[in-house]
Structures are given as structure tokens and as C-alpha cells.
């Protein structure tokens, strides 16, 4: 391994490329250059096909554009490099073999050798009218600054991409942006950062392009999701920080527990899967009528207290079937007034399951409608944390033991093996508790087993968890996620009901408050014909567009 200092600065570069002027280019390639450097920088990120423009006017129109990788934008990488012993990455159309274009990273170091050559793999609509999809794979290399890693925009819509470059040992990623959306910039790159402990440098352009406007949202943000540093909306210029490389190679979440060691890889069967081989791909070929595929969902923000026991809390939860929803989420450890129950507690909430599935049972069955239970049974001397789906009928319909266990239950509590989706009256139901939500790979694995809604029993631990989590797996899936979070936990209260295609805004404060009050009730009328459909924009499937055979790293337990 090359020995990497301690820290040093970053740089990204807010500007706008010239459509077809790549003397143009060059010419704000060298003046951003020197614009970092001044600030101190040792590394500076450029946007996304900083060489050329974007929005070509056909496939011939971007061949002509595109340069190989000897051509004057590279080669005046290159020369900067040298000449001011830095390293600089910047987007790159590329003419490739056989005259194939490629929507491009290029990293050079400060001898002007390319270090890392990186080509986009999650292509949006406008980038399947010319470039092909990227053959390199998730490349990471070290370097006397850290080891690094590339991706370009889109691909940070695809939470394996940044997981997989994440788990070759990145300290810090690249991103080469052309940000149309701003909650691609304000909400997915402070996400991925923070579900995988790096250092996102990410670098887009503001201003028009033709029918395109990019907004802006150059940031650099640290491995736990603070954004440190950022380029103001609508405007050119460089900002910079201080890169701590360390803070990268420290997995641990900020409440306990380590990013990379407390995954599951054996539960993650499907990642790896072509698409046509998961259950999802025969799901999404069965007809449905929309009319016919609508419910009410919501999630239920209470939980015993010791001075009133778990009755008030079953009596919200008979309120919630009585206003009409088919499915009723609880928090994690619904009948236990501790949010994170010891072992006694634990052996004590086991004990009353029978109690308390009875009660449940009643209520399903008098208003027809169905309960996500959250509890601790006991099978064979061992506990677990399990959720019960419970259906009209009163029986429970499947059980669901949580795979990711926090690190303080461990002395009681016994992993599951595996994910459970049910079909139900109300869609396809899927389940996941507590910790389970930190890892994207649970998310992920419910969808591809054909999930439509994933209940999420939760007590957080802190906001982000809320405002970085929450909507990039509803979204990223495509599925309705209805998050139940107890009023005790250490981040109390904030439950919702996220639909397949998010909110209207990003910032979850202003569309979603938090409300802490206990008992409150958070319903949604739900369509579960977006859950149906895995497309984001026109030929965009968060789920069809995958490239699994770069995801190599994902059923590995650690980091490199």
C-alpha cells in the first residue's frame, strides 16, 4: 500500500463547459486550475464532459466532439498536472475503439500519468442517445493522498456503485457531475457519503446549455454526510477543504456499530443476480389494474410506557384501522416501554407474544386490515428481534427476523438469515428493523425479492438517519417505505410514509416536519402501481439498468 499523508486540500470546480469549443474548455480548465491551487489544493474536480459540452445534437454530433484520450483536453490535463505538481480529474467525452463514445472520468496524477480511467455505467435517458455503457467497472487506486475512486452523476442513483467502490478501501470518491436536479446533489451524494463512511468531492456545472439548466450543487461532504463545502447555486467558482483521510478509514456509525463489519453479505443473494433472475423480474410482468391497487397505509408512532403498559398504544393502532388503513406499522419493540431493550426485557417481551399477538390479532381481524407487530420471540433457548405480519384473518401471515443486529443487543439478540416478502391483500410487504436500515443492501434485497412496500419498525439514533436515509430507499427502489420510529429513541419521533417516487422536495423538514408527538398516527393513500414500475425517467429502471457483474465486491464482508 502507498503511504498516505494525513490530509490535504480538495477542490472542486463550479463552471460551464462550451459546447464544442474545446480551446474554450481548456482555456477554464487552466483558469480554475490556478483559481485552486491558489486556495491550496493538491486535488481539484472538474464536471461531468468538461471537454465538450453535453447535449449534443445527435450520435455523428458527438463523435465529432469526442476526443481520445491523446487528444488537447487530456493532454492539457496532463501539462497542468506536471507543471503544478497536482492532481486533477475532470469528465470526459470520449472516443473510444471502433468509435464508441463514452461518458468518462480521467484522473491524472502529478508526473501526468492517468491513474484511474473510469467510464459511466448508469446511463440517464439523454446519455443512452450517444454514449455507450461504461466497460471499466468501479476502479479504485492508491495514491500518496489516499485511495480514490471515480463515478460520474447518474451512477450515484445506484447505491451498489458507490457501496462497490467503497468496499475496494476508497477513502475518497470523485464525482463528475452535470446536476439537473437538485436533490441529486442536496440529498443522494451526502447519502451515499454517509452510507459508506468516504469522502465525496463532487464537481457540476451551473448556467444553460441549450434546453438544460444546471443548478449547481458542487459540494464536498464528509463520511458521515456534512457537507463542508459548497459552490452557491447559480454561480461559478472553486471552493475547497481540508481532506482528513483518516475519518474515511474509521467505519464505525456515529451511535456504535462499523459500516462494513456488521454487514450481512450471506443474506445478500440477489445483488449479485442478473435481473431476469430475480423474483422481481416475474412480478413486474404480472397485469394490474390500477383502480383496483390502491390502499391506505400508515405508521403508528407509539409504544408502551411503564405507566401505562402497551393498551393506550394498541388502542392508536385500532384508531388507525377504524380511519381505514389495510396497514399499520409499529416501532421497533412496540410493547416494551425501553427502545433498546437488555436482556431481561428482552426474555420478558418474549414472554408476553402470545399477549400480545392475541390483541393484535383482534384488532386485524375486526377492521380487516393488517399489522407490521414489532417484538422479541424466543425459539430453542435463543432470541430474536422479529417483526409479525399479521393479516385479517388473524394469523400471522410470515415472520421476519432482523439480519443487521446493533451492537448492544448482541448479548440476546440472535441474527437472522435471510429477508421475507409476503404477498398480501394490500401488495407485496416486506420488513426490515432498526439497524437493518443503515445498510443499503436491505433495501435493495427486499426490492429485488419483489417488495411494493417495506415496513420499517425503527428507533433512530440520530437525523441523518431521517433526513439521508429514508428517501434514497424508497426512491432507489421504487417502493412505498413506511418508516415507524419511536418517541424515546435517541432521534424521537419524525415517522412517514415515503411513495416509490419520493416527495416533491428534498428537504424532508419542509414536506415531511418532524412530528415527536407520541401516539401520532402518519397515514398515506397509497398506488401501488409505482411500486410496479422500477422506472425513474424514460429508459431509466433503477432496477432492469444494473450492471451486476461489476458488483463483485458486494458479497465480500470488508473493505479492502
Known amino acids: 500500500m502507498i503511504p498516505s499523508q494525513p490530509s490535504f486540500r480538495a477542490a472542486v470546480v463550479q463552471t460551464l463547459a462550451s459546447l464544442g469549443d474545446v480551446q474554450e474548455n481548456i482555456r477554464l480548465l487552466e483558469h480554475y486550475t490556478l483559481e485552486a491551487k491558489r486556495q491550496g489544493a493538491k486535488l481539484i474536480v472538474f464536471p461531468e464532459c468538461m471537454n465538450s459540452g453535453y447535449l449534443f445534437d445527435d450520435i455523428a454530433h458527438a463523435r465529432q466532439i469526442a476526443e481520445p484520450l491523446d487528444g488537447p483536453f487530456a493532454t492539457a490535463m496532463q501539462r497542468l498536472c506536471r507543471e503544478h505538481d497536482l492532481y486533477i480529474a475532470s469528465g470526459f467525452t470520449e472516443l473510444g475503439e471502433n468509435a464508441k463514445i463514452y461518458n468518462s472520468g480521467l484522473f491524472y496524477g502529478p508526473d501526468g500519468q492517468l491513474l484511474l480511467h473510469y467510464q459511466k455505467q448508469f446511463l440517464a435517458t439523454h446519455d443512452q442517445n450517444w454514449f455507450d455503457c461504461g466497460i471499466k467497472g468501479n476502479p479504485v487506486v492508491e495514491t500518496p493522498l489516499g485511495n480514490i475512486g471515480l463515478l460520474i452523476c447518474f451512477d450515484g442513483r445506484i447505491p451498489e456503485i458507490a457501496r462497490s467502490i467503497a468496499l475496494q478501501g476508497a477513502d475518497v470518491v470523485l464525482d463528475m457531475a452535470n446536476f439537473f436536479a437538485m436533490d441529486q446533489a442536496d440529498l443522494w451524494v451526502p447519502a451515499r457519503a454517509m452510507e459508506n463512511g468516504i469522502w465525496i468531492v463532487a464537481a457540476t456545472k451551473a448556467g444553460v446549455e441549450r434546453s438544460i439548466h444546471y443548478p449547481g450543487g458542487s459540494m464536498i461532504v464528509a463520511p458521515d454526510g456534512d457537507v463542508k463545502a459548497y459552490v452557491p447555486k447559480e454561480t461559478h467558482g472553486v471552493v475547497s477543504w481540508t481532506i482528513d483521510v483518516a475519518a474515511a478509514r474509521d467505519k464505525r456509525w456515529l451511535a456504535g456499530g462499523d459500516r462494513f463489519a456488521d454487514r450481512a453479505p450471506e443474506t445478500y443473494g440477489c445483488l449479485t443476480k442478473a435481473f431476469e433472475n430475480t423474483p422481481l423480474a416475474a412480478i413486474l410482468e404480472q397485469p394490474l389494474i390500477p383502480e383496483k391497487a390502491t390502499t391506505k397505509l400508515a405508521v403508528v408512532q407509539d409504544h408502551a410506557v411503564v405507566s401505562e403498559g402497551v393498551e393506550s398504544a394498541l388502542d392508536m393502532v385500532e384508531h388507525a384501522a377504524r380511519l381505514g388503513a389495510k396497514l399499520i406499522v409499529t416501532p421497533a419493540f412496540f410493547a416494551c416501554p425501553s427502545w433498546l431493550p ?205 450492471l451486476v457483474e461489476t458488483y463483485e465486491s458486494l458479497r465480500s464482508q470488508a473493505a479492502a
Not at 433495501?443 to 425503527?458: F, K, Q, V
Not at 410514509?497 to 424532508?508: D, I, K, Q, R
Open 342 to 546: 437488555d436482556a431481561q426485557q428482552a426474555r420478558d417481551l418474549a414472554s408476553q407474544q402470545s399477549m400480545l399477538l392475541h390483541q393484535a390479532a383482534g384488532i386485524a381481524q375486526r377492521w380487516q386490515t393488517h399489522i407490521v407487530l414489532d417484538t422479541v420471540e424466543e425459539q430453542d433457548g435463543a432470541l430474536y428481534h422479529t417483526a409479525l405480519l399479521v393479516g385479517p384473518s388473524g394469523q400471522v401471515l410470515s415472520r421476519y427476523r432482523q439480519v443487521h443486529v446493533e451492537p448492544e443487543i448482541r448479548d440476546w439478540c440472535t441474527p437472522g438469515q435471510s429477508w421475507t416478502v409476503t404477498e398480501t391483500q394490500v401488495g407485496r410487504v416486506g420488513m426490515m428493523l432498526g439497524y437493518d436500515g443503515r445498510f443499503p443492501e436491505s433495501s435493495r434485497e427486499l426490492a429485488l425479492l419483489g417488495a411494493d412496500i417495506i415496513a420499517w419498525p425503527t428507533a433512530l439514533r440520530e437525523k441523518r438517519e431521517r433526513d439521508l436515509l429514508a428517501v434514497p430507499k424508497a426512491e432507489d427502489n421504487r417502493i412505498y417505505l413506511a418508516m415507524a420510529n419511536r418517541t424515546d429513541a435517541p432521534f424521537a419521533g419524525g415517522s412517514l410514509v415515503v411513495p416509490p417516487n419520493g416527495f416533491p422536495l428534498w428537504e424532508l423538514d419542509q414536506v415531511s416536519p418532524v412530528v415527536t408527538r407520541k401516539g401520532a398516527v402518519i397515514p398515506t393513500f397509497a398506488n401501488l402501481a409505482l411500486s410496479r414500475q422500477k422506472f425513474m425517467i424514460p429508459r431509466v429502471n433503477m432496477l432492469r439498468n444494473r
